[in-house]
């Protein structure tokens, strides 16, 4: 049964920093699209980040506009882990941040992550 499960939110001040990790089980994603997305209440869910294998040890990594600069994903394929590093963190940033997989052959994310909240205060 594979799993993805988040930790490391919490309640930060403006401007401080948090990180994210996600720990994947049951099969590993390292061929695979691995995300960051967030839903703060009444929104959309929205793609904060993503990290795409391009071949070999490569991977690439996108961010959406607002995080560029200040979020930065990365992954650990020994331990089945991606992180989302947030810095500079800002109170728009409040909300629930899940992990999620989209394998190699599909187009659309097939894990998800059960979510942990992030919550930045002005």
């Known amino acids: 049964q594979v799993q993805l499960v988040e930790s490391g939110g919490g309640l930060v001040q403006a401007g401080g920093s948090l990180r994210l990790s996600c720990a994947a089980s049951g099969r590993t994603f390292n061929r695979d699209t691995m995300g960051w997305f967030r839903q703060a209440p009444g929104k959309e869910r929205e793609s904060v980040a993503a990290?795409?294998?391009?071949?070999?040890?490569?991977?690439?990594?996108t961010y959406v506009d607002s995080v560029k600069g200040r979020f930065t994903i990365s992954r650990n394929n020994a331990k089945s882990t991606v992180d989302l590093q947030m810095n500079s963190l800002k109170p728009e940033d409040t909300a629930v941040y899940y992990c999620?997989?989209?394998?190699?052959?599909?187009?659309?994310?097939?894990?998800w992550g059960q979510g942990t909240q992030v919550t930045v205060s002005s």
């Open positions: 990290s795409s294998w391009l071949g070999g040890n490569t991977y690439y990594a």
């Open positions: 999620a997989a989209k394998l190699s052959s599909s187009s659309d994310y097939a894990y």
